[in-house]
């Protein structure tokens, strides 16, 4: 299996203060996605980062991408109790116009009121 | 934002029933849709790649016969579990993207359990 790896698989933190996940991946990327998945629902995207892109930002997040060392970052800031969710890193491609995303392991973040 | 709705959201059904979950994207058209299945607490699997108007591309281990999926317009992709057993218990999740190198996007996921 090609699936990637995460730390920590899981993380508790105090609502406020801030919260970062890695993810490392083997293979190489066209791009790398951060999803989050609320328990028993689908997954909302995040942020998309490009193979050629280092860092990028929305909103409180903010997500870093080393294509040398194969891995990223994903860091919340300010957290709040609703970003309790999991959270996955997807890698797609090595080849143009191949969209099949591998995921992660995903981090499961408590963000404690 | 891009919206795709999956349906049915829950299904218990008697083993040996075939179940069908429908995947549509509601505001754009998806070039390829994705199924993918997810047991609990553990990450997503992708079980098979859709094209519209073409045979889908199933992952190694994945049963065709077993998962039979239809892609018949740019807009819709179903899912038949095929004589359901309670092995295939489980969340099932479509996504679809509309073009290259861009998120791919969710539906709700179906949980579907076999009694």
């Known amino acids: 299996s090609q699936q990637g790896e995460e730390d920590p698989q899981a993380l508790s933190i105090q609502e406020g203060e801030n919260a970062t996940m890695n993810c490392s991946y083997k293979?190489?990327?066209?791009?790398l996605q951060w999803y989050r998945q609320n328990s028993g629902r689908g997954l909302v995207h995040l942020i998309l980062?490009?193979?050629?892109?280092r860092e990028k930002h929305s909103g409180r997040l903010r997500v870093t991408l080393d294509t040398s060392k194969k891995s990223s970052s994903l860091l919340i800031t300010a957290s709040r109790a609703a970003d309790t969710a999991s959270y996955f890193c997807?890698?797609?491609?090595?080849?143009?116009?191949?969209?099949?995303?591998?995921f992660g392991t995903g981090t499961r973040l408590t963000i404690i009121p | 934002g891009a919206v795709v709705s999956q349906h049915p959201s829950w299904v218990i059904c008697k083993s040996g029933t075939s179940v069908k979950i429908e995947c549509r994207s509601l505001?754009?058209?998806?070039?390829?849709m994705f199924w993918y299945r997810q047991f609990p607490k553990q990450s997503l699997m992708l079980m098979a790649t859709?094209?519209?108007?073409?045979?889908?591309?199933?992952e190694q281990g994945v049963e065709k016969d077993k998962f039979l999926i239809n892609h018949a317009s740019l807009t819709l992709s179903t899912l038949t579990v095929t004589s359901a057993h309670p092995e295939d218990s489980s969340f099932y999740i479509c996504?679809?993207?509309?073009?290259?190198?861009?998120?791919?996007?969710f539906g709700d996921g179906t949980r579907l359990s076999i009694l």
């Open positions: 996504s679809a993207i509309a073009t290259v190198n861009q998120p791919q996007h």
């Open positions: 293979t190489s990327i066209n791009n």
């Open positions: 980062i490009r193979s050629n892109e």
């Open positions: 997807a890698t797609a491609g090595g080849s143009f116009g191949n969209e099949k995303l591998t």
């Open positions: 505001d754009f058209q998806a070039t390829t």
């Open positions: 859709s094209n519209e108007g073409s045979k889908a591309t199933y």
